[in-house]
């Protein structure tokens, strides 16, 4: 009897055992296909020749640069805090605002995984979820397409259409800007990581304690003979639960869809009574939204430069690339600024006739006058 009784604990130490590596299955299996971009549609830009953000590099590895100026610009505005207060904040005003100018150039110049579908989202006007995204999408196709100058949705600020046919690596130019590369795991990896830490809270509220989770962890904690207590079962259940409704939220996001930035418990998709598709109340952040803000501190921190070169990367490949034709066009090359020089002498005029002259002599060297003008101009 008292072996067949420890058989019986043996066997369901194991099942708590499995039961817990489910679980914890569950969470990596949610968090390896979240990660999961939309297929890529464009060519790689840093496969091109003679990049700009190359020889920027070069520069890092000669010493040339640190590649560090907002952080020494940052060190000279403390030690002059207190002696300029007004200037440094009014420098810090004029920082903070061509970074935003620069955040919403790329933003409305280039393309992104989620561009087309963020788009037809928005021509929808509502009604869209997870069940019928494609067929709304589809019906927009033809909408999408307008050429037309006063419809923007597809343009540039430069009322050029954003597609495949002029962007060398349409869907993949912003997160390139970001990484360096069309690497846009990385770009999901992030939200999924920032999505992952605003849902916690939340399923915690929701699940910790509920009465089957905790039913089910006092029963798992003697099963296991206290192995594994009740508090680490609910834990891991949590977390993965977390993980499903991050994993949820990102195929909104992929989807073109925006989520809640901060959901209540009522807006959860996934708890341990199951899951329950929400209506998309159509507010929060989409895909889009999560890219700006990684670009904003991007920008802000010491990888300022690096974007700029990266930027001229992206502009190379599609006008060397696509809009010339392979003509070859290099930014190295581009007229972005010209120089101007005069030197403007004022003749004597009258001075020199023998009427005046007698009186006040004539000027010898025939220059009575003579201003210097230099100056550069740039867009």
């Known amino acids: 009897m008292s072996e067949q009784f420890k058989k019986y604990s043996e066997e369901n130490k194991k099942q708590a055992e499995r039961d817990k590596e489910e679980e914890e299955k569950k969470h990596d299996d949610e968090v390896k296909d979240a990660n999961q971009a939309n297929s890529d549609t464009g060519n790689e830009i840093k496969d091109i020749a003679d990049r700009p953000s190359a020889a920027y590099a070069a520069l890092l590895q000669e010493g040339v640069t640190d590649g560090k100026v907002k952080a020494s610009k940052g060190a000279s505005i403390v030690s002059g805090l207190f002696s300029d207060f007004s200037g440094t904040v009014s420098q ?211 990888n300022e430069y690096a974007v700029y070169a990266r930027i001229a990367d992206v502009i190379q490949a599609n006008m060397g690339q696509k809009i010339s034709n392979n003509s070859g066009f290099v930014m190295k090359k581009a007229n972005v600024y010209y120089s101007a020089e005069a030197n403007l002498k004022g003749e004597p005029l009258m001075l020199n006739l023998p009427l005046t002259s007698d009186y006040s002599g004539s000027v010898s060297d025939g220059i009575i006058g003579q201003i210097k003008y230099k100056a550069y101009k740039g867009y």
Request: glycine share 8%; charged share 20%.
């Open 92 to 302: 810090t005003a004029v920082d903070l605002r061509d970074d935003l100018y620069t955040l919403d150039y790329i933003m409305n110049m280039f393309s992104y995984d989620t561009f087309e579908k963020e788009g037809k989202y928005h021509l929808c006007g509502g009604g869209v979820n997870l069940s019928n995204y494609e067929s709304n999408y589809n019906t927009q196709s033809e909408a999408w397409n307008n050429e037309a100058v006063t419809f923007s949705e597809n343009k540039t600020l430069t009322n050029k259409m954003i597609n495949s046919s002029n962007n060398y690596s349409y869907g993949n130019e912003v997160e390139y800007i970001i990484y360096g590369n069309s690497n846009k795991k990385s770009a999901y990896g992030t939200i999924f990581a920032i999505r992952y830490a605003l849902n916690l809270p939340s399923e915690f509220q929701e699940n910790w304690n509920d009465g089957t989770l905790s039913g089910m962890a006092i029963a798992i904690e003697s099963a296991s003979s206290g192995i594994i207590p009740a508090p680490l079962f609910k834990l891991v259940v949590v977390l993965g639960l977390t993980a499903a409704e991050t994993a949820s939220d990102m195929q909104y996001l992929k989807n073109g869809m925006p989520v809640e930035l901060v959901k209540n418990k009522d807006q959860l998709t996934w708890t341990y009574a199951g899951y329950s598709e929400k209506a998309v109340s159509g507010k929060g952040f989409f895909y889009s939204d999560y890219l700006k803000l990684i670009l904003f501190t991007k920008l802000t921190g010491n």
